[in-house]
């Protein structure tokens, strides 16, 4: 099945920089968390304490990045809501529990789009160079 392969390598690749990045970025950055009551703006750049991890959202990244490719891929608007709700739900949850502020939501959402769609575009070139090789043989 072509689209259950596409959308495996997609969802890779999708995951995989967005997780690099965000676990870079919350190494480098340092951003405290809300429950560790530091304030907003507290920040520890390349700690190694969790306390200290909170920009971006690494659990908003990778459910927004496999909502976004699982309904970008899909034609069924049922699967769109359920997906994308998944992810809105995920993003609430880390809020309300104090493990985010909204801006590491946000970037955590943003950053995993912009993954995943390239991650899209990369896959649809693929497929289109193995059509076209596919008419030449």
Not at 64 to 81: E, F, N
Request: aromatic share 10%; hydrophobic share 40%; glycine share 10%.
């Amino acid at each position: 099945n072509e689209w259950l392969k596409d959308t495996g390598l997609t969802l890779g690749i999708g995951l995989f920089t967005s997780g690099m990045l965000q676990t870079g970025l919350k190494t480098l950055v340092g951003r405290s968390r809300p429950i560790e009551q530091r304030g907003a703006f507290a920040y520890n750049m390349f700690s190694d304490s969790p306390g200290y991890h909170s920009f971006p959202s690494g659990h908003v990244a990778v459910a927004t990045s496999i909502s976004y490719i699982i309904a970008r891929r899909s034609k069924s608007v049922p699967v769109k809501i359920v997906f994308y709700g998944l992810a809105g739900i995920t993003a609430i949850s880390r809020m309300y529990t104090d493990a985010h502020w909204i801006s590491d939501v946000a970037f955590g959402s943003v950053l995993a789009i912009g993954c995943s769609e390239l991650a899209i575009q990369y896959v649809d070139r693929i497929r289109k160079h193995k059509n076209q090789q596919a008419k030449l043989n």
